[in-house]
C-alpha cells in the first residue's frame, strides 16, 4: 500500500467528484460523490452496469471531463486537461486510420518533436513488447480487432504514462481473443511500471485482472462496493475456478442486480452518446 | 452515382465501393462490350437520325451534323493552328479558377469546420450567395474585371468554390471526436491535433469536393466563354455556331467532355494517391 515516501508515480486522487453531461434541459449528473485513492501502479477494474459514469470517471481522470465539482489529480498535480501522463485506451477504432502501425505508436514521440528515426525505434521497442514488430508497416484496418487494441496499448504507453487509462477495450472482441489480451495485458503490464483503471462490465474480465474492483451503482454513478483481490500473479485461467473467484463473482452480480436496472445509452469518456454530437448551424 | 458501371466479380472486395476507372479493368469482358455496345448504339442512333434529317415538329435533325461530319470537323479542328490556343487558353483558365477555389475553400472549410465562431461569420453570407448559378454572375463579373480573362476565371472560380468549401466543411466537422480525443491524450497541441488529425481526417471528403469541383469548374468556364472570350474551348463552341459551322460546334461539346472528364479522373487519381489507405481493400 501507499506511505508517506512512496516514489512509484501514478498515485490517482479523487476527491469529492461530480461531473455533469449534456446542455441546458437535456443535462444530467454522470457521477456523483466521487471519492477515490488509486495506489501508485496498482491494477484497478472499475465495473457497473452500462451508462452508469463509468467511463465519465475514465474520462475526467483522462481530463477530457472537467469537474463539476470536486477534484481529482495524479501524485499531487490537479488534472486539468488531457496529457500523455494518462495514456487513454478506447473500446475499439481508435488508430489514425492515415498512419502505419509504426506510425501510430511514434505519434506520441513526434508530438514531442523525437526525430523519425528516433521515435521508430521506440515504437518498434513497443511493437515488439505487444507482439505486433511484424505488422508494423501495416495500416490499421489491415489488422485484427485484437491487434488493434494491442496497437493502441503500444501507443498510448509509448509516452510512459503513469496512468493507464481502458474504457473497455475488449469489449468488441470475440471471447476467446478478449482472454488472449486479458492475459497479454497483464504481461505487459508486468513489464511497465504504470496504474491501471480498466472500465468494463465484464466480471469474470475485472476479476481475472485486477488487484481491486470499484463496483459501481447506476446512474447518477457512485462507488458501492470496493473489493482488494489477492489472488497472486501470474495469473492464468484456473483462476476462474479458484472458489474465492466465484463467491467474488456472486457478490458483483448482486450488487449490479443483473438484469435489473433497465439500461441506459452508453457513455463515453469524452462525453454523452457521440450521437448528440451538435449538428451544424 | 456510377454504381451500377463499376461493380466487379461478385467476391471482390471492391465490388461496394465505386471507385472509378480503376475497376473497369477488373470488368467481366461481355460487361465491357456491354458498355461499349451501348456507346456504339448511341452513335449509330445519332447517325441514322441525322442522315435522314429526321424531323418530328417539336425537334428536328435538319442541321445537326452526323457524325462522319463532327469526326471530319474534329479531324479539321486538330490539325488547325489555332486548336492548341482554345484548348489551353481553357485549361488555363480552370487551372487557375480551380486551383484558387482549392486554397480559398479548403482554408475556409477547414476553419468554418472546426471553430464555430468562424463558421457564425462566415457562413451565413456564403449560404446566400450559394444558391446563386455561376451563370448569373457572368454580367457583374463583367462589370467588376476589366480584364475578360479575370471574369471568366472568376466565374470559374465560384463555380468550383462551394463544393470544395461545403464538402471540406463537412469532413472537418466530422472527423470523428475519439481520435481527436486520442491525439491530444497522446500530447497534441492545438495546432498539432489540426495538421495531424483533423486535415488527413477530412481529406476524402476534400478529395470528393475537389472531383465535384472540377466538373463544376468546367461546366462554368464554357459557359463564361461563351459570353466573353477570344480563345477557348466554349467561345469555339458558340462562335461556330455563329457562323453555321455546326460541326464545329458538336466538335466543342465533345472537346468539353473529354477534357471535364479527363480532369475530374486526374483529380481523382491524385486524391487516390494521397490517401493510400482507403485502398487497402483493392490491394489485397
Not at chain 1, 435489473?260 to 449538428?279: D, E, F, K, N
Request: glycine content about 10%; charged content about 15%.
Amino acid at each position: 500500500m501507499m506511505t508517506a515516501g512512496d516514489r512509484t508515480p501514478g498515485h490517482v486522487e479523487v476527491v469529492d467528484l461530480r461531473v455533469r453531461l449534456g446542455e441546458g434541459s437535456q443535462a444530467f449528473d454522470a457521477i456523483v460523490g466521487i471519492n477515490l485513492a488509486i495506489a501508485a501502479g496498482s491494477f484497478v477494474c472499475v465495473i457497473g452496469p452500462s451508462g452508469c459514469g463509468k467511463s465519465t470517471l475514465l474520462g475526467a481522470l483522462a481530463g477530457h471531463l472537467s469537474p463539476s465539482q470536486g477534484a481529482l489529480s495524479v501524485d499531487g498535480r490537479v488534472i486539468v486537461g488531457p496529457s500523455p501522463e494518462r495514456g487513454l485506451v478506447f473500446q475499439q477504432q481508435t488508430l489514425f486510420p492515415w498512419m502505419k502501425v509504426i506510425d501510430n505508436v511514434a505519434f506520441g514521440p513526434k508530438m514531442k518533436g523525437r526525430a523519425v528515426r528516433l521515435r521508430r525505434d521506440d515504437a518498434m521497442d513497443m511493437l515488439r513488447l505487444v507482439g505486433l514488430d511484424d505488422f508494423a508497416g501495416f495500416y490499421p484496418s489491415q489488422l485484427s480487432g485484437g491487434m488493434q487494441q494491442r496497437a493502441e496499448i503500444a501507443r498510448a504507453l509509448i509516452n510512459h504514462p503513469s496512468v493507464l487509462l481502458m474504457d473497455e477495450p475488449f469489449g468488441a472482441l470475440d471471447a476467446q481473443t478478449r482472454g488472449q489480451m486479458q492475459r497479454q495485458l497483464l504481461e505487459t503490464w508486468q513489464k511497465v511500471t504504470t496504474t491501471v483503471v480498466f472500465v468494463t462490465h465484464d466480471i469474470d474480465e475485472a476479476l481475472f485482472l485486477a488487484d481491486r474492483v470499484l463496483v459501481m451503482s447506476p446512474r447518477p454513478g457512485r462507488i458501492i462496493a470496493d473489493f482488494t483481490l489477492h489472488f497472486s500473479r501470474p495469473r492464468d485461467a484456473s483462476l476462474l475456478l479458484d472458489p474465492d473467484f466465484a463467491t467474488l463473482k456472486t457478490q458483483c452480480r448482486e450488487l449490479l442486480g443483473e438484469g435489473q436496472s433497465a439500461s441506459l445509452p452508453r457513455l463515453s469518456p469524452i462525453g454523452a452518446a457521440p450521437a448528440t454530437v451538435t449538428a451544424a448551424t | 452515382m456510377s454504381y451500377s458501371i463499376t461493380v466487379a466479380a461478385p467476391d471482390d472486395p471492391s465490388a461496394v465501393r465505386p471507385t472509378g476507372m480503376r475497376t473497369l479493368k477488373r470488368q467481366r469482358p461481355e460487361r465491357i462490350a456491354l458498355q461499349i455496345a451501348a456507346v456504339l448504339a448511341c452513335l449509330g442512333v445519332w447517325h441514322v437520325v441525322t442522315l435522314l434529317k429526321l424531323n418530328l415538329g417539336f425537334i428536328t435533325f435538319h442541321n445537326v451534323p452526323t457524325p462522319v461530319d463532327v469526326a471530319r470537323g474534329g479531324w479539321d479542328f486538330l490539325t488547325s493552328s489555332t486548336a492548341a490556343k482554345h484548348v489551353l487558353a481553357s485549361l488555363r483558365r480552370v487551372g487557375i479558377g480551380f486551383g484558387l477555389a482549392t486554397i480559398v475553400g479548403v482554408v475556409t472549410g477547414m476553419l468554418a469546420g472546426r471553430y464555430w465562431p468562424f463558421r457564425s461569420v462566415v457562413m451565413p453570407p456564403l449560404e446566400i450567395i450559394r444558391p446563386i448559378p455561376a451563370v448569373a454572375w457572368i454580367p457583374l463579373a463583367i462589370l467588376m474585371f476589366p480584364s475578360s480573362e479575370a471574369s471568366m476565371v472568376f466565374i470559374t472560380f465560384i463555380g468550383a468554390l462551394f463544393p470544395i468549401l461545403l464538402n471540406t466543411a463537412h469532413g472537418a466537422e466530422a472527423v470523428d471526436p475519439r481520435l481527436v480525443a486520442s491525439a491530444r491524450s497522446l500530447g497534441a497541441g492545438g495546432a498539432q491535433t489540426f495538421r495531424e488529425v483533423v486535415f488527413p481526417g477530412a481529406l476524402p471528403n476534400i478529395i470528393t469536393g475537389l472531383v465535384i469541383g472540377i466538373g463544376t469548374a468546367w461546366f462554368c468556364l464554357v459557359t463564361a466563354e461563351m459570353i466573353s472570350g477570344q480563345f477557348g474551348i466554349g467561345y469555339f463552341t458558340w462562335m461556330s455556331y455563329t457562323v453555321q459551322d455546326y460541326r464545329g460546334t458538336v466538335v466543342g461539346m465533345i472537346l468539353i467532355g473529354i477534357l471535364g472528364l479527363g480532369s475530374s479522373l486526374l483529380v481523382r487519381r491524385l486524391g487516390d494517391a494521397v490517401t493510400p489507405w482507403r485502398r487497402l481493400d483493392r490491394k489485397q
